[in-house]
């Protein structure tokens, strides 16, 4: 089907247009948006979006300011948003949240619009938005969060040429961090912040070759930042555990759980307690000791199960100085994990900490003559290593 003049026309200011966005020039890119004025009407909502998406990227704060009162509303922003904040335009991005822009907030589609919901995919690059089930129940799902951490695709311009402006790792992360500090994320975006940060360094840390070289550093170090943000009440306290503790998993690398465990070992803990899978793999478990802080009794009581049964005794001598760890009933425990797998040297270690934890009890006691021990006494003791001699066969 033929164009016709005014629709030709219509195309050309709209190009023209675009590409004053992109060189930056103020007066230019004004000139261009006055030259298209007649057609305000006949601009999609997609033209809109668009534009106000090249200009978060390569124009002037007055120039978006400018899209905004002669262009909005717009049905979707959020991804102007991660561009703002990909590229580290700080005025930008400070500029979309003082207007009440959210990293993930829904497309205003009406419902019942045909093709709705591949016209939400479209504008959110298919990444989830914050009403999906899906944000924190899978620790790998991609949302719109992870727009902001890396590289343009070659899809990723809705219209026109694609998006090409370079980015850095390092600045990006420093600005999503002085941003979060100031509580300016709503609770959702923040801990999903906090997820995309590790999903992205157990990535990098995984594919490097994928990745700009400083992306898993800085992303456990943007990860570190918002977990030290939480005590300030900062996102939403109560999931902040439930996002780490799905990292937990076989498909996370080692990297990033052993920074779970530095920073959140309560978390780790918690899901050795209840993962037979994680109990079952003793050099991950072994390999994460070096990197947690004791819990509690409990929680230290499990990991030397584990680590006795995986005849690990070398780690079982590191954990030897921490608090509320080597108690009789753990000790027990682990000697009876330990015995049942069949180590017997490892068995043997803990029950010399045994016999060391009850001379110190015993030393304890108000101080009195030694007695001359009786023919019972004889017989228990003969009793004693006897059942020591039982566990170690």
Not at 5 to 18: D, G, H, P
Not at 76 to 105: N, P, T
Not at 215 to 234: D, F, P, V, W, Y
Not at 274 to 294: I, Y
């Amino acid at each position: 089907m033929e164009l016709t003049c005014e629709t030709r026309r219509y195309k050309r200011l709209m190009a023209e247009v675009r590409i004053q966005i992109v060189n930056g020039n103020d007066e230019e890119t004004r000139a261009a948006l006055k030259a298209v004025e007649p057609y305000l009407s006949q601009i999609s909502p997609f033209e809109k979006v668009d534009l106000l998406e090249r200009a978060c990227l390569w124009s002037s704060k007055e120039i978006v300011d400018t899209l905004f009162d002669t262009l909005a509303p717009f049905v979707y922003r959020g991804w102007a948003l991660a561009l703002a904040l990909r590229s580290g335009r700080e005025e930008i991005a400070r500029d979309l949240l003082r207007r009440g822009v959210d990293l993930l907030e829904d497309p205003t589609i009406p419902l019942g619009t045909p093709n709705r919901d591949e016209l939400v995919r479209r504008l959110t690059r298919g990444g989830l938005t914050e009403v999906s089930k899906e944000l924190f129940e899978n620790p790998f799902a991609v949302s719109v969060t992870r727009g902001a951490f890396v590289p343009p695709s070659n899809s990723e311009a809705l219209l026109g040429a694609n998006y090409s402006r370079g980015y850095s790792i390092v600045t990006t992360v420093a600005l999503i961090e002085k941003i979060a500090s100031e509580g300016r994320f709503s609770a959702v975006v923040f801990d999903d912040l906090l997820r995309t940060a590790l999903l992205l360094a157990s990535s990098a840390h995984r594919n490097p070759a994928s990745y700009q070289p400083e992306t898993a550093k800085s992303c456990l170090k943007l990860a570190r930042a918002l977990l030290k943000m939480c005590s300030n009440n900062k996102g939403d306290t109560e999931r902040i555990d439930a996002v780490a503790a799905r990292f937990i998993t076989p498909d996370t690398d080692e990297n990033t759980m052993a920074f779970i465990c530095e920073c959140a070992p309560q978390v780790f803990y918690q899901k050795l307690a209840g993962a037979d899978w994680l109990q079952k793999n003793t050099d991950l478990v072994r390999a994460m000791v070096n990197h947690l802080t004791p819990g509690t009794q409990y929680q230290n009581g499990v990991l030397l199960r584990v680590l006795a049964r995986g005849a690990c005794l070398d780690e079982l001598k590191e954990m030897r100085p921490w608090k509320d760890t080597f108690t009789p009933a753990n000790i027990n425990a682990a000697i009876d994990a330990a015995s049942e797998a069949g180590h017997a040297e490892v068995a043997a270690w803990l029950l010399t900490v045994a016999q060391g934890v009850n001379d110190s009890k015993k030393g304890a006691a108000p101080h009195t003559e030694p007695q001359a021990k009786s023919d019972q006494d004889e017989g228990n003791d003969r009793d004693d290593l006897g059942d020591l001699s039982d566990l170690l066969l």
